[in-house]
């Protein structure tokens, strides 16, 4: 009887523990244990959002894993998903601050981070973070005020001497920047942003060896962070080593696709070598996150100039024009393209649009037209156009 009792205990022991692996299995998130991979963590939350779409938690959760895998796009619109839900939790807030700042746009940081404060959220992050962008928009006294509530709580916080390091550099002390930036990588030993600042500083420097010793240091504790191979690109690029820094730039697309200035620079190392089919492919593809650039649309248009390619150049013609609305040369060979390809209609617009081109007498000829506006290098049109859009100086450089 006895035997039997044990038996059927045993038995219901044993149901239980594999009932509840089975339960543990479904309903907790693996550890981001596979060499700093976040796959298994994504997959997971894949699936049970695809379950339940609604959940907040659940999108806040693969938001704070978006934002790690530096896929800040994707973080945002989770974060922003898990507050259309529940807007009044403030840790969303917060994600929805830091992803922000992550990606330049620090006015829309702040709004986040004063919800967060509205909130009644009291964490040392918050106020770390909020000393960091109204530093970053130079507001320095409000800069200064979270700063000091942060250093009563978290006196060693990485980022803290991280700002400290930048408020240094700001005013010409790279000395003490170094030892606030080295501060902050022992206190976080991922910093990114700690290593960015040091390898620009000794950029500036012109000790690319060091340099190019934080960058790699970097990349081993962090290896999809596509920041640092853009700094690797970047320094190769100074060293004259301009193939390695074109695989490093690619390998920064590689990722984050989305990484404009990488397509800037690849761009312009391919203009440089004499590769216009590669430079055209990168340098369009960068007007589709700034449409601004001048210079880049010069060089688009003097690429397809050099390849008797005037008629597909037009469209990057008419952005220059709106871009460069002064410059009465360039709207007087975008006038005459319209009428050498027969585009009536546009030729009207334009002539509309900006009257002053009718001042330039119909008796000056084109080659008059760009003598005047910039010294023409060749003879043939393709040329004479190219030069009013002559590309001024090429930047080497551009911090993300």
Known sequence: MIKNV???????????????????????????????????????????????????????????????????????????????????????????AQINFALGDFFKSIKFSEKAESLGLDDPELSVLQARVYWATGDTSRSTLYLKKAELVVPFNSDISLLKGEQCVSKGDTLTAIKYLMSAIRGNRKNSAAYLDLVKIYLHKEKEDSALLYTLLAKELDPHNPNFYFSEGKIFYQ????????VSYKNCLREDSAYALAFYQLGLLYYKEGNTIEAFKFLQKYTAYDKNSKDVYRYLIEILNDQN????????????????????????????????YSIGAKEDTVRKAH??????????????????????????????????????????????
């Open 6 to 96: 044990y038996a059927v205990l045993y038995f219901f022991l044993v149901f239980s523990l594999m009932s509840c692996r089975e339960d543990s299995k479904k309903e907790s998130m693996p550890l981001n244990a596979i060499k700093g991979s976040y796959e298994p963590q994504l997959n997971y939350l894949n699936e049970a959002i695809k379950d339940d779409p609604e959940n907040d938690e659940l999108l806040y959760k693969r938001a704070r894993v978006y934002f790690n895998m530096y896929r800040y796009t994707d973080a945002l619109r989770d974060v922003e998903g898990a507050i259309k839900v529940k807007s009044s939790n403030g840790d969303y807030y917060l994600l929805g």
């Open 239 to 246: 060293k004259g080593m301009k193939q390695s820094a074109i």
């Open 309 to 340: 390619k005037e008629k597909e150049a037009i469209p990057y013609y008419e952005r220059l024009v709106f871009l460069d609305s002064n410059n009465i040369g360039l709207k007087y060979v975008l006038q005459k393209l319209y009428k050498d």
């Open 355 to 400: 009257p002053e081109v009718m001042a330039v007498h119909h008796a000056y000829t084109v080659d008059t037209v760009r003598r005047n506006t910039i010294p023409v290098k060749k003879d043939s049109l393709a040329s004479q156009r190219s030069a009013v859009i002559q590309p001024s100086t090429i930047k080497d450089s551009t911090v993300r």
